[in-house]
């Protein structure tokens, strides 16, 4: 959810705050555009920093240019399965009391980027993500109560909202880079950051929540897929392997540890059933600032980078049955997979202890 600042043939640079961030890798090396396909693929690296500012979403100049929208055949009916998602009506944006602390980019609404350093923190900061986990973990629960044939995503975003302000905490999505509501809520063939609507939730669809809270100056974030009624088996199959390649992800956590293991593991598992792995869309250090260092991709790399303690990230792979190449709507945020099958993606923030890694936004039975 971060959009690029400035961009430059051979340059690409990102302001967080004061700092400036840069890489000096030509841009040809990092896309590769194929106009028969009509998608684009980045090569990725976990210290061009600059370049995760494409990685959230916001469309801007290169994006626009470089991934084509695909506009024809909408409507198709992949395999004969499923309509095509399309966006309903937005309503008005929900206002949250006065006295709730913002986050600093709120104001500005524009995407502050991702902050260079990890977020590592002392006692009292452990304590306030664990209670911001906390409560991202109950939202999502509470939101997951909810799915059911005929609701629609705009009356989540509503229910999650209500339930994020009263108790005193901001829902870090609403002003983000100008993202207009409280959650975002990804329905079927949508990978990542759908915008709440009127369209009524259908039986057999599945839906993943993705709830982050600024409680107390930090951030929790966290997400799940949902069954809507009855949910084939082919997309219960999805969303199982899913959230186990996150499960086994967590479990190879603590000091030390290379971050590109994180994505070998995810990849491998995912690899065994079939599934493709998203490559654009990671995960990320997450604390006082919604989107910080490190990087954390999903599928098998060549990255450098070890978990130190008491640093706090997420983990939030998106597999898809079939294409793993994305294509954003004309909303600027929405992203589904190109030939339109499903995908599902389970998202933790976790913190690095001595033993491993806490995850900070597990629900509590």
């Given at each position: 959810?971060?959009?690029?600042?400035?961009?430059?043939?051979?340059l690409?640079?990102s302001?967080?705050?004061?700092?400036l961030?840069?890489?000096?890798?030509?841009?040809?090396q990092?896309?590769?555009y194929n106009?028969?396909?009509?998608h684009?693929?980045?090569q990725?690296s976990?210290?061009f920093?600059?370049l995760?500012?494409?990685?959230?979403?916001?469309?801007?100049?290169?994006?626009?240019s470089?991934?084509v929208?695909?506009?024809?055949?909408?409507?198709?009916v992949?395999?004969?399965?499923c309509?095509?998602?399309?966006?309903?009506k937005?309503?008005?944006?929900?206002?949250?009391?006065?006295?709730?602390k913002?986050?600093?980019?709120?104001?500005t609404?524009?995407?502050p980027?991702?902050?260079?350093g990890?977020?590592?923190?002392?006692?009292?900061?452990?304590e306030?993500?664990?209670?911001?986990?906390?409560?991202?973990?109950?939202?999502?629960?509470?939101?997951?109560?909810l799915?059911?044939?005929?609701?629609?995503?705009?009356?989540i975003d509503?229910?999650?909202?209500q339930m994020i302000?009263?108790?005193?905490?901001?829902?870090?999505?609403?002003?983000?880079?100008?993202?207009?509501?409280?959650?975002c809520?990804?329905?079927?063939e949508?990978?990542?950051?759908?915008?709440?609507d009127?369209r009524?939730?259908?039986d057999?669809?599945i839906i993943?929540?993705?709830?982050?809270?600024?409680?107390?100056?930090?951030?929790?974030?966290?997400s799940?897929?949902?069954?809507?009624?009855?949910?084939?088996?082919?997309?219960?199959n999805?969303v199982k392997?899913?959230?186990?390649?996150?499960?086994k992800a967590?479990?190879?956590?603590?000091?030390?540890?290379?971050?590109?293991k994180?994505?070998?593991t995810?990849?491998?598992?995912?690899?065994?059933f079939?599934?493709?792995?998203?490559r654009?869309?990671?995960?990320?250090?997450?604390?006082?600032v919604?989107?910080?260092?490190p990087?954390?991709?999903?599928f098998?790399?060549?990255?450098g980078?070890?978990?130190?303690?008491?640093?706090?990230?997420?983990?939030?792979?998106?597999?898809?049955i079939?294409?793993?190449?994305?294509v954003?709507?004309?909303?600027?945020?929405?992203?589904?997979?190109?030939?339109g099958?499903?995908?599902a993606?389970?998202?933790?923030?976790?913190?690095?202890?001595?033993?491993?890694?806490e995850?900070l936004t597990?629900?509590?039975?």
């Open positions: 959810m971060v959009g690029a600042s400035s961009l430059h043939p051979r690409l640079s302001f967080v705050g004061d700092r961030v840069q890489s000096r890798q030509p841009l040809a990092l896309f590769h106009p028969g396909r009509k684009v693929s980045m990725l976990r210290t920093s600059g995760t500012n494409l990685l959230f979403n916001r469309r801007n100049h290169i994006f626009d470089l991934m929208i695909i506009r024809n055949n909408l409507d198709e992949p395999d004969g399965k309509k095509r998602l399309r966006p309903g937005l309503s008005p944006r929900r206002p949250v009391p006065n006295h709730i913002r986050p600093p980019y709120v104001k609404r524009m995407a980027g991702i902050a260079s990890p977020e590592v923190h002392d006692l009292k900061g452990i306030h993500m664990r209670a911001s986990g906390r409560l991202a973990a109950q939202v999502l629960n509470y939101a997951g109560t799915v059911k044939p005929g609701i629609t995503s705009d009356e509503e229910a999650v909202h302000i009263d108790n005193g905490a901001y829902p870090s999505p609403l002003g983000y880079g100008g993202f207009p509501k409280s959650v809520t990804s329905v079927n949508c990978i990542c950051h759908g915008i709440p009127s009524p939730l259908e057999g669809d993943n929540i993705d709830v982050t809270v600024y409680l107390n100056g930090y951030h929790g974030d966290t799940a897929t949902f069954f809507c009624g009855d949910v084939s088996e082919e997309a219960r999805l392997v899913t959230k186990e390649s996150l499960d967590i479990s190879i956590c603590a000091p030390g540890v290379e971050f590109k994180i994505g070998k995810i990849h491998d598992h995912a690899e065994k079939g599934y493709g792995v998203v654009q869309f990671v995960g990320h250090g997450v604390g006082r919604f989107h910080a260092d990087v954390v991709l999903h098998r790399n060549n990255d980078g070890r978990m130190v303690l008491n640093q706090t990230f997420t983990i939030e792979p998106m597999l898809t079939g294409s793993i190449n994305p954003m709507w004309d909303d600027d945020w929405t992203v589904v997979t190109e030939d099958s499903l995908s993606q389970f998202e933790h923030t976790i913190l690095i202890t001595e033993d491993g890694a995850i597990q629900c509590e039975a």
